[in-house]
């Protein structure tokens, strides 16, 4: 089993940036690949960014690539996303997930594990 947390969301302005954390708690293995998800009102859970546990491999969504960064601290069990140059369409709840091995790293049907998720809101 594992567990995880998120932090970080909120409300800012178009432009700004905010970070994301995901504490993982309970099983954790290098074969073990985090993601990112959201989802905004009405709209299908659509996949945002994803790293290995041990930092081996990243993947991003189009739509944030070169705005948003994805990383993972081993050693306090937690991965964050680094998210710049916020748009309103960035606006969504965003969930941690967890699942096992890389494949299918973009299909949030195949993550196990699932945080509560966070607001994050941008105004324009």
């Known amino acids: 089993q594992m567990q995880l947390v998120e932090s970080g969301g909120g409300l800012v302005q178009a432009g700004d940036s905010l970070r994301l954390s995901c504490a993982a708690s309970?099983?954790?293995?290098?074969?073990?690949?985090m993601g990112w998800f959201r989802q905004a009102p009405g709209k299908e859970r659509e996949f945002v960014a994803a790293v290995t546990w041990s930092g081996s491999a990243a993947d991003y969504a189009d739509s944030v690539k070169d705005r948003f960064a994805i990383s993972a601290d081993n050693a306090k069990n937690t991965y964050s996303l680094q998210m710049n140059n916020l748009k309103p369409e960035d606006t969504a709840v965003y969930y941690c997930?967890?699942?096992?091995?890389?494949?299918?790293?973009?299909?949030?049907?195949?993550?196990?594990?699932w945080g509560q998720g966070t607001q994050v809101t941008v105004s324009s």
């Open positions: 309970g099983r954790t293995f290098m074969q073990t690949t």
């Open positions: 997930a967890a699942k096992s091995g890389w494949v299918g790293h973009t299909t949030k049907n195949a993550y196990i594990y």
